[in-house]
């Protein structure tokens, strides 16, 4: 028996952006996409359907992603309150990293970027949804004494995921406290 389409919702700061990456992400036939123009419609959407990811931009003219998230977090009619989210944005900050982090938001990839990548973020990010963010509630503020901020690379040695910002350490490298070196 084959599993049952995951639903990705992407609300994004044009209608040309969003169809863009609906046309992209549909490509998988696992996956059924929602777009949305407006946080009401979003919302609304919500009230009555489960998500399983979350694509949202920084740059929509409404309020910003990060408080669209948090509201999400905080709302209990909603049916997924946890869903895990993939943010969008030019050029992020140390405070957006913050407000990101506190809001609950997974993943952010700086734009521009292949639609074809964020595909494969999305993929990776259902395949590795966190079985504590699927059976423990919301995974937010707890995780914000965890980060770190890279020194910033010359861009001759970035590499073709360099846009992708990690909020957290990378969890399958083994952490031994009073090994560091």
Do not use: W
């Not at 490509?27 to 949305?36: M, N």
């Not at 980060?147 to 490298?173: E, G, H, Y």
């Amino acid at each position: 028996m084959t599993q049952p389409a995951k639903v990705v919702a992407i609300i994004a700061a044009s209608p040309a952006l969003s169809s863009l990456l609906a046309m992209v992400v549909a490509g998988d036939s696992r996956l059924k996409v929602r777009i949305f123009e407006s946080e009401l419609e979003l919302i609304a959407y919500m009230r009555i359907a489960p998500l399983d990811l979350l694509v949202c931009d920084f740059d929509r003219e409404d309020r910003p992603a990060y408080e669209m998230v948090e509201s999400i977090r905080l709302n209990g009619a909603l049916l997924s309150q946890d869903v895990p989210v993939i943010a969008l944005t030019r050029g992020i900050t140390p405070p957006m990293r913050q407000q990101a982090i506190s809001a609950g938001i997974d993943e952010v990839v700086i734009k521009p970027m292949s639609p074809r990548h964020l595909l494969q973020r999305i993929q990776i990010r259902l395949r590795t949804r966190s079985v504590v963010g699927t059976l423990g509630g919301y995974r937010g503020p707890e995780r914000r004494d965890r980060i770190f901020m890279p020194i910033a690379t010359p861009a001759s040695t970035r590499r073709i995921t360099d846009n992708v910002v990690p909020l957290f350490p990378d969890r399958r490298k083994p952490h031994h406290p009073g090994l560091e070196h």
